[in-house]
């Protein structure tokens, strides 16, 4: 799927960059969680609020139960947030006294207040999340230019790509989720173990090479032994051979993530092919009102009044058997990368826990609440974002660093 993988386009091109360095330490990159509603400080479930420095929520979670006693599986959580950065996000006990978490402080995670609250917290309940960030080493000249690009992608909304994290450390996650969506065992394996070209790691580079050549057992041998997911995989088709069984033996949330991944890729690609656009009405169009609901567009002259003021969006395809597709201009389009991936709705009724619906996602989102601010050779940025939108598109935008390695913000993988 090489051709899918461009370089970001930038909504702010014709404004030049504002160049700095980005998350030299956890503290530039602070993010705080913006529920999706008040807690009623009464019910079953304690709602703890943590702050966590360096490590993935996982992890937090992982430590917060270990000291309290408490399983792992039925902490509840609204989204998972970037390790490599300070982040701050509700977590739910149930049947669990707040004394018990109170205060409570842990290496890389602390719990800076407790409430009550009727329901466990599930994935998706939260409004956004609010970013503060530090842009280093930034020539006072260039803040003119940061400041452009906010203006206009506050007034135009920001183009909502899913962002290189979405893609795994070797960028094959949607690769992936391809090979599993086609049935295509043959071709999972080999991305997934083979391709030592493309392998920097010398250890891990002579495992591949192994894989390549076919030898599965010394491929084990010299496989890294941190590295559980690929160890297992050869395991696997050391059992059962090349086929659904040695998928079966995977991980699901894995899997699940891979297909997500591709999901992800199709999406940018649409939105990539109409870009120029991203932000006006066609006929046919599905767009998103502000409460998420969507609605057809039979009059775009009417409408597009509406999609100036940032009250409604055109939306792209997140693919799936069961979505909800538009007319016109806008189907020819998706249909079109939909094909050119060998795909079609009905593929993704996978089956096996992995079968996907599908939804729509707003082409843009709104940047509230930007503010901007410079000393001493830092740019102090803060803004609000809806769930599931990357600041790392933001910081892109002011910088134009496409290929920098860009991490943060919300981790919204399944």
């Known amino acids: 799927m090489c051709w899918y993988k ?32 008040p807690f009623s400080g009464a019910g079953d479930h304690t709602l703890a609020r943590v702050e966590k420095t360096g490590i993935t929520t996982f992890e937090a979670v992982r430590r917060l139960c270990k000291a309290i006693g408490f399983a792992e599986r039925d902490v509840g959580c609204a989204g998972l947030k970037d390790a ?51 842009l280093r080493d930034v020539a006072e000249s260039d803040v003119t230019h940061a400041r452009s690009t906010l203006e206009l992608l506050a007034r135009r909304g920001v183009p909502n790509w899913y962002d290189d994290q ?87 949330k894995q899997k699940q993530l891979y297909v997500s991944a591709l999901q992800s890729r199709l999406f940018n690609r649409c939105l990539e092919r109409r870009f120029d656009e991203y932000d006006r009405v066609w006929q046919g169009d599905l767009c998103q009102k502000e409460n998420g609901a969507c609605f057809a567009v039979s009059d775009p002259a009417a409408e597009q009044p509406r999609a100036d003021a940032l009250e409604i969006s055109p939306t792209g395809p997140i693919f799936g058997f069961r979505m909800q597709q538009p007319a016109g201009r806008a ?22 826990g992995l079968s996907q619906r599908g939804d729509r996602r ?53």
């Open 6 to 37: 461009r370089a970001m386009r930038y909504a702010s091109a014709p404004v030049p960059p504002c160049a700095g360095t980005i998350k030299s330490v956890h503290e530039d990159f602070v993010v705080e969680e913006i529920p999706a509603y």
């Open 166 to 252: 979405r893609f795994g450390h070797h960028g094959t996650n949607d690769a992936l989720g391809l090979a599993l969506v086609r049935r295509d065992w043959a071709g999972f394996f080999h991305t997934l173990l083979g391709r030592p070209e493309t392998e920097p790691h010398a250890p891990t580079r002579a495992a591949r090479q192994a894989f390549a050549e076919g030898n599965l057992a010394s491929a084990l041998g010299l496989w890294p032994r941190n590295q559980n997911l690929e160890r297992g995989a050869l395991k696997a088709l050391g059992d059962y051979g090349t086929g659904e069984k040695a998928i079966r033996r995977l991980p699901q």
């Open 362 to 414: 707003p082409l843009r989102f709104p940047l509230r609440e930007a503010e901007l601010g410079y000393a001493d050779g830092s740019l102090k940025l803060a803004f609000v974002l809806p769930k599931g939108c990357y600041a790392t598109v933001v910081l892109k935008e002011i910088t134009k660093q496409a290929a920098a390695a860009l991490p943060g913000g919300e981790d919204d993988a399944p």
């Open 84 to 134: 490599r950065a300070v982040t701050r996000q509700w977590l739910s006990f149930e049947h669990i006294e707040p004394g018990r978490l109170a205060g409570l402080a842990l290496p890389g995670v602390r719990v800076l207040e407790v409430t009550r609250h009727g329901n466990k917290l599930k994935r998706g309940h939260l409004r956004g999340n609010r970013f503060a960030i530090t």
């Open 331 to 352: 189907l020819e389009l998706e249909q079109a990368v939909l094909a050119e991936a060998g795909l079609t709705l009905e593929a993704f009724d996978m089956g096996g």
